[in-house]
């Protein structure tokens, strides 16, 4: 017993020394940064390496379900907050776990995932619209763009003009639905044009249901000379502030459909 009880002792300290030589040979640039990327509640384990002076990587470990653009943008948030220091994006990654991953559960994002999107990020882009008119009904269609791609949403319903805005407002909410391979929900709560000053604005509310994030999004652009575009843009504006953390589908370059004989 006393002789086990002294390997182990051994053992230990030659971890101990170990670890404080490492810390020790440690700048203290990424040390003090190391202790405050840890606070983050997702992080299993970080590395930070210095180089002239400035951090160059960061390399993070996570058992979080979170996507790992989210946890990146914690690092970049609590870095400038708590030190100072605006790291690029790019410097940082992110390794899950496999037993997060084999969770299944879906993430839940948090309030700085729902700020305005970077000009780098993946965004949909209005292809056209059509509102068509019968007797009694409206159709509306409406085609957007996401690298080289496109999708189409359609709805159907009364010709009123405010039944014409929440036409087109579904319309392109199905549309954008189809470039996105994530089990979500996005439903129209409301779209009005009101009047802000001298100026008419259209105002989109979407409901975002995904996993255990449940959402309001609100998006809004200044009415153009053609009302059911912009009515597609304050849509577009809202979803375009989750859309870089869902995983989209792969682009299908060609559709095999049967041909008839």
């Known amino acids: 017993m006393v002789y086990w009880h002294l390997l182990d002792t051994q053992a230990y300290r030659k971890r101990m020394g170990v670890s404080l030589a490492n810390v020790l040979q440690k700048p203290p640039l990424a040390v003090r940064a190391e202790e405050v990327i840890r606070k983050l509640r997702d992080v299993s384990a970080v590395s930070v390496l210095v180089a002239d002076g400035q951090i160059n990587e960061i390399h993070v470990t996570t058992a979080s379900n979170r996507t790992p653009k989210q946890l990146v943008r914690d690092v970049e948030s609590i870095l400038e907050a708590e030190m100072g220091i605006r790291v690029d994006h790019r410097c940082v990654s992110v390794a899950q776990k496999k037993e997060a991953a084999n969770e299944g559960g879906l993430p839940e994002l948090s309030v700085a995932d729902f700020c305005a999107p970077d000009s780098n990020e993946q965004r949909v882009r209005f292809g056209s619209i059509n509102v068509s008119f019968s007797e009694l009904k409206a159709q509306a269609r409406v085609e957007l763009w996401l690298d080289g791609h496109e999708s189409a949403g359609f709805a159907e319903g009364s010709c009123d003009q405010y039944d014409v805005n929440r036409l087109i407002a579904i319309a392109t909410l199905q549309s954008i639905r189809q ?41 809004s652009t200044l009415v153009s000379q053609n009302l059911h575009q912009s009515v597609v843009y304050a849509v577009l504006d809202a979803v375009n502030r989750v859309f870089g953390n869902l995983r989209l589908k792969e682009p299908v370059e060609y559709e095999l459909r049967p041909t008839s004989i």
Do not use: M, Q
């Open 179 to 219: 470039f996105i391979a994530e089990e979500c929900s996005l439903a129209l709560g409301d779209v009005e044009v009101i009047r802000l000053g001298p100026d008419e604005v259209v105002v989109a509310n979407v409901k975002f249901l995904w996993g255990r994030t449940d959402r309001t999004l609100v998006g």
